[in-house]
Nanobody
Framework: QVQLVESGGGLVQAGGSLRLSCAAS????????MGWFRQAPGKEREFVAA????????GISDSVKGRFTISRDNVKNTVYLQMNSLKPEDTARYYC?????????????????WGQGTQVTVSS
């Protein structure tokens, strides 16, 4: 089973960019579907993006489509979330999840493998 550590969050002005990283331990990272979720204060955790085990297929939430990109490097055991044109409504704690069942939203939500999250704050 993998363990996940997110990094790359911070404070950025609206219109700026950040790249989040999720580093995974374990030898089987390349067999896991991976995803990013976010949770703002007082709101439910919401799906942001997902990527299959090879990186050949991705899915993006409509709320961030065209601005965010998910990718992975199976040599570095890391998944990335490139966030451009950030908006104040993107402010949230961002979490990555790993699933050995697949990369569908349900697979990731049911997974017990989550990181601790990294805070992203976008100022207007």
């Amino acid at each position: 089973q993998v363990q996940l550590v997110e990094s790359g969050g911070g404070l950025v002005q609206a219109g700026g960019s950040l790249r989040l990283s999720c580093a995974a331990s374990g030898r089987t990272f390349s067999s896991y579907g991976m995803g990013w979720f976010r949770q703002a204060p007082g709101k439910e955790r919401e799906f942001v993006a997902a990527i299959n085990y090879s990186g050949g297929r991705t899915g993006i939430s409509d709320s961030v489509k065209g601005r965010f990109t998910i990718s992975r490097d199976n040599v570095k055991n890391t998944v990335y979330l490139q966030m451009n044109s950030l908006k104040p409504e993107d402010t949230a704690r961002y979490y990555c999840a790993a699933s050995d069942s697949g990369w569908a939203i349900g697979d990731l939500k049911r997974s017990k493998t989550w990181g601790q999250g990294t805070q992203v704050t976008v100022s207007s």
